[in-house]
């Protein structure tokens, strides 16, 4: 079972939302045009009832629009320009400084272990899915930015981040200028099981199934040796960055703490 | 600023997806109707559209039908009666199982540090989201199980998840027989900073003013005395779910290695 965007029981499905999701691509090439504040506000209140454990909402979303701040930000993204050009930057961050403080005040004391770290990590995320949703079905090109976490103890000093205030990744949105082609995805039945997670002849036969069907995305941008195999075995080939927990715990996060 | 979706600007705004984003609410109480493979499949493949790191997809979807294995996870993840009856329902996974595969057959060892944490626990999330997206635009109703993380040794047990696939939450999803109220949340100004992160007084004033929108909603629930805050001050207090941090290194996960 593939991607197929021509399943043959949709009937009654909600053909515009199935093709939305299915058109996403990450944007790296933007206008000029600044995101209107009011729609940036209209897309957060959206997105803002995605779920939340217990109601917590634990997430913030900081804006930067100083132009020399985002030049700094493009260069410890990892030299991404899109961070400098986009009509909208934002830092998505898990949020336990305002749990932390009305605890506080009450007399009691946060723990931000790993139970905590991993409710506003999931808080956030789901959030900031809802806001990419929202903006690409106001017509805007989003661009999550994991190289965020690549000098984030920098990012983190550049925009003044209090404790307990963690930055997880970057979100550009804006008008597109060009959009990349959208990339075909494991099979439904790679990621999707039934009862029982499969042996590891299973995963393989996936993987191989599936670097089948990327062999043309990866011709197609000059690159005919490649592999989506092979771009997983390089990755994961060693510790990616190594000084994730050192600067979470710098935060106040303590995700050993029982 | 309110959630108010009533925004003066929203002209050229597509309609139904606010409001489907906006008319969301756990749903705990289903109709007995499976969820339909077909339906499910078309959503997943959705959802599969979200972004992912580097194309990574470290996430698996592991469905349950079994009714005594449902039963069982109803009682672990803390007597929630859903989790047995809901039309679907699955654990969502961060999976570095794959990628540690994949690296290894290329001679390369992955290391489960924060960074391949945070980014399974992410692509996993985004997934979610956006199934759920997809799912409640097919008209059914969704909840996710943070309560798997409960007893989630047990929860691993039963389902027989090897090495590096990493339960995160559980996911519901059905023909809602009652539908809950959408519940308020917290100011768009609350979460969404320009360019600086508040100080603790401004914190202080968005709690305050959320209480107050809260409270008819408490008062509705036979709880005039509630208010978010001391929920929050409450639910913070101590140490949550202390044993996830030995769990997850039971599963192959060394968050402090470098």
Partial sequence: MTNDPEAPDR?????????LLRAHASVRDFTD???????LARCVASAQCAATSSNVQAYSLLRV???ERRARLAELCGGQP???RAGFFGVVCGDLRRDALLAGDAGGELVANLEAFLLATIDATLFAQN?????????????????????????????????????LFGLCAGRPRTRNATKPRLAVDAVLF?????DDDAL????????????PHFAARGKPHWSWTGQIARKFTGAMRPHLFAFYRSKGVELESA
């Fill in 131 to 167: 806001l990419v949703v929202a903006l690409e079905g106001e017509g805007l090109g989003t661009c999550y930015i994991g190289g965020l976490r690549n000098r984030v103890d920098e990012v983190d000093e550049l925009l003044e981040l209090p404790r307990l205030v963690l930055p």
């Fill in 204 to 215: 393989r036969a996936h993987a191989r199934e599936y670097d089948a069907r990327m062999e």
């Fill in 11 to 19: 009937r009654d499905a909600p053909e515009a939302l199935h093709e």
């Fill in 82 to 84: 899109q961070v400098e």
């Fill in 65 to 67: 629009r100083d132009p």
């Fill in 194 to 198: 039934d009862g029982r997670y499969p």
């Fill in 33 to 39: 045009d600044a995101v209107d504040d009011g729609l």
